[in-house]
């Protein structure tokens, strides 16, 4: 007899030659065994033998398919995600009960034979004879590993798998060769552990570990005789044998596997009989999988990390390989999402906009300077029942989100303002506009065709008392849409879509900017996370920052994985992102955005309402942290927000302050608490000599005259402050005084440090 190894069974070119030998004297036994009448096949014991031996030598093991988790910036859980639930674990973290049931019940002679079970087969034959049919098999457990290994390599390919099961004798064959490389590499106890994870035991779990979990609540360590018995009968029929659905078929398969421990001494009689007398009882943990299982109302954060991971070239050249490593999982993934952001985020949404609305509402937070996306919310949760949804309204089309995005109106002016800076020209510039005009005629663009205004397309203010003449400063509190018009239309448009397409400021469905004169009234459908990373480059003072969501990630094994990194530039100058923030800080301290100021610290933003109201903003920032607010229709049909109840409160007309600027202020300031409260740095604008002076009606009234339902652009909450929005920019909003560029000084020869005058500017020249 050949020498045994001490893993048990012959060696590898032992258990070859006996396996060949075996063949060539029964020609198709072993094809008998799978499919019965195999020589229908045509094939004789010598193509059988050259078969074999044709065969590569190299099993290739794929790496087993675990669950991912997915982690806050703190370490906190946010959710757990598999394409396999399964927990790779070493086999002393297995119960040895589990052990020697599995053992019993699919391969007695396992620590007796090779990789072939010759006696099984002789057995199986002899069985099957009888019967007249395929009643035995005789796969020892060595080979069952090597099938489990090809379905696992075939993953959720339906083809693949029913190729890697299929009862035929080329993979019966292909096993045996494979088995017996197995057998030499690994020994008993590494091929026992490797079984007991790729095995499917039912109810979604993969491997002994998860199947432990899921049926009674306990790691595969805790497993006691009877609950081992159970899990190990299931494995050869996980849906007949399922305990949760069928107690009774469970029952007799976990007294059959009992009772086969006995008869090989694993366990004594009065051990198996006292285990066969009780009753199966389950502790059932239910499958969690995917982001509708996240917590702190992560779910669509959640879906945002997937889809990076899918998106990222960082993480593989193409989305295939990308998501092989994702539904591989085994990934331990730490994200940038803040708790005490995400926390004040849901808190605030919870408050102000109810799941049942007839509109939602998506709230984004990120950091300037680094790009982190801290907090994702929104009022519909993820979700496939009434009043959930599984888009994100808070980011872009690719990633997610919905089809077009959402419309911003005025939210979009401060891009105009700062493209027009960016060309020299001052704050303190006026134009005189009528309450609604033409839209001036042509306009250039960035070809050699102007944009030529054919149809006679007319802008109207918000106001009906809303005209005359306005400096930079007004325009922006009160978000006076003919001065931008004007505006766009002295800069041309090039510099406006050259300025977004810095600040990453794209339509959600991956479009360009159209080249028109109305996309200074925010036409275009974005995200909130689009808008809140833009007005983080204003806090940033100029500097971009790409949003990052994934901060580490390491894989099964302990090793870290390149994530991408935040991309940072500057695109407009310190001056021009100051100017922008001083302008901004108007709007909430005097203009339309009042209802957003904070108390204990400087913040600076703008809101936005359009079309029919049928969307409203709210976009603002502190130099910490920056987020946008949306509140509108989430679905195909539009909501106009007029005459409407929105979180138990009713509206007679909704504005970007005065719905969406609460929001995002009980949010920010949850986010904020306890943190510094660092100011902006800003520069003087002085009162424009000539500024009319209107205002729009307040939100919370029911005005006698109200704005004409439908006019773009506008956002009131109106200026509460002195007429014309004016505002202490160095005072009460917290200047930079002495600073380079901030502070109220000057000389009564120019009142305006930091820039240039043109002759003549003051007297409201346009």
Not at 329 to 355: C, F, M, W, Y
Not at 358 to 380: D, E, F, I, N, Y
Not at 457 to 467: C, L, M, T, Y
């Amino acid at each position: 007899m050949g020498k045994k190894r001490s893993g048990g069974g012959l060696t590898g070119p032992q258990q070859a030659a006996k396996f060949l030998g075996v063949s060539v004297l029964s020609g198709v036994v072993l094809a008998g065994i799978a499919i019965p009448g195999a020589g229908a096949l045509g094939l004789a014991a010598k193509g059988t033998v050259e078969g074999f031996d044709e065969i590569p030598a190299n099993l290739k093991t794929p790496p087993l398919s675990q669950r991912t988790t997915i982690l806050d910036s703190e370490g906190g859980l946010i959710a757990t995600v598999y394409s396999r639930d399964r927990q790779v674990v070493p086999l002393t973290a297995i119960s040895p009960y589990m052990q020697k049931a599995i053992v019993a019940i699919e391969d007695s002679r396992f620590y007796e034979h090779g990789a072939v079970d010759l006696k099984g087969i002789l057995r199986a034959v002899n069985q099957n004879a009888q019967e007249g049919g395929a009643a035995q098999g005789a796969s020892t457990l060595t080979q069952q590993y090597v099938k489990n290994v090809f379905v696992e390599e075939a993953g959720d390919d339906e083809t693949k798998v029913r190729e890697a099961q299929v009862k035929s004798l080329g993979r019966k064959i292909r096993e045996l060769k494979y088995a017996i490389q197995v057998e030499e590499e690994l020994g008993k106890k590494k091929i026992l552990e490797n079984y007991l994870n790729i095995t499917y035991f039912g109810q979604q779990a993969y491997g002994i570990e998860s199947a432990a979990q899921r049926y009674f609540s306990k790691p595969a360590k805790d497993l006691t005789l009877e609950e081992s018995a159970l899990l190990a009968g299931v494995v050869q029929s996980p849906s007949r044998f399922d305990p949760v659905n069928d107690a009774a078929e469970a029952t007799k398969r976990r007294n059959v596997v009992l009772q086969r421990m006995i008869d090989m001494k694993d366990i004594t009689e009065a051990e198996g009989e006292a285990a066969k007398a009780k009753p199966v009882q389950l502790k059932v943990t239910k499958p969690k999988n995917g982001c509708i299982t996240a917590v702190k109302g992560a779910g669509f954060y959640c879906d945002y990390v997937r889809n990076t991971f899918l998106t990222d070239p960082v993480f593989g050249k193409t989305r295939e390989e990308r998501a092989k490593v994702w539904n591989q999982g085994g990934l331990t993934v730490r994200t940038t999402l803040d708790p005490q952001s995400q926390d004040a985020t849901n808190e605030s949404i919870k408050d102000h906009v109810d799941q049942d609305d007839k509109v939602a509402t998506a709230v984004t937070l990120v950091q300037p300077g680094t790009g982190r996306v801290l907090a994702m919310g929104q009022s519909k949760p993820y979700g496939f029942g009434k009043n959930e949804t599984q888009i994100n309204f808070s980011v872009d089309k690719q990633m997610g989100g919905s089809n077009f995005g959402f419309p911003t109106g005025s939210t979009f002016k401060p891009f105009v303002a700062a493209s027009a800076l960016e060309l020299g020209i001052l704050p303190t510039k006026v134009y005189t506009t009528p309450q609604e005009m033409e839209y001036p005629s042509p306009v250039r663009t960035c070809g050699d065709k102007p944009w030529v205004n054919l149809k006679q397309e007319r802008v109207p203010n918000e106001a009906e008392n809303e005209f005359g003449s306005f400096g930079m400063k007004e325009a922006m509190a009160k978000s006076v849409n003919t001065y931008f018009v004007e505006m766009i239309s002295e800069t041309g448009i090039c510099p406006v879509t050259q300025m977004t397409n810095k600040l990453r400021v794209v339509p959600a469905d991956g479009t360009k900017l159209p080249e028109v004169p109305a996309i200074s009234l925010g036409t275009q459908g974005m995200s909130p996370l689009t808008m809140a990373n833009a007005y983080a480059t204003f806090a940033n003072r100029g500097v971009y920052c790409t949003p990052v969501a994934i901060e580490s990630i390491t894989d099964s094994h302990g090793k870290a994985l390149t994530v991408p990194k935040s991309q940072c530039e500057r695109v407009m100058s310190e001056k021009t992102a100051d100017t922008i923030n001083t302008l901004l800080l108007g709007v909430v301290d005097s203009g339309t955005g009042t209802a957003a100021g904070l108390t204990d610290r400087q913040n600076a933003g703008k809101t936005g309402t359009t079309d029919n109201r049928y969307n409203a903003w709210f976009v603002g920032y502190t130099p910490n942290m920056s987020g946008a607010t949306w509140v509108g229709s989430g679905g195909a049909k539009q909501v106009s927000m007029e005459n409407i109840t929105i979180g138990g409160t009713y509206y007679p007309k909704v504005y970007g302050g005065g719905l969406p600027g609460p929001i995002w202020k009980q949010a920010i300031s949850g986010a904020l608490a306890g943190r510094e409260a660092p100011g902006f740095s800003t520069v003087h604008i002085p009162d424009t000599p000539g500024g009319n002076g209107g205002g729009r009606p307040n939100p919370n009234t029911n005005p006698t005259k109200p704005g004409k339902p439908g006019k773009p652009g506008g956002d009131g909450k109106p200026g509460e402050g002195r007429p014309g929005g004016q505002q202490t920019v160095a005072g009460a909003t917290g200047g930079n005084p002495g600073g380079a560029t901030g502070g109220t000084g000057g000389t009564p020869d120019n009142p305006f440090p930091g820039f240039t005058l043109e002759p003549g500017l003051i007297g409201g020249r346009d």
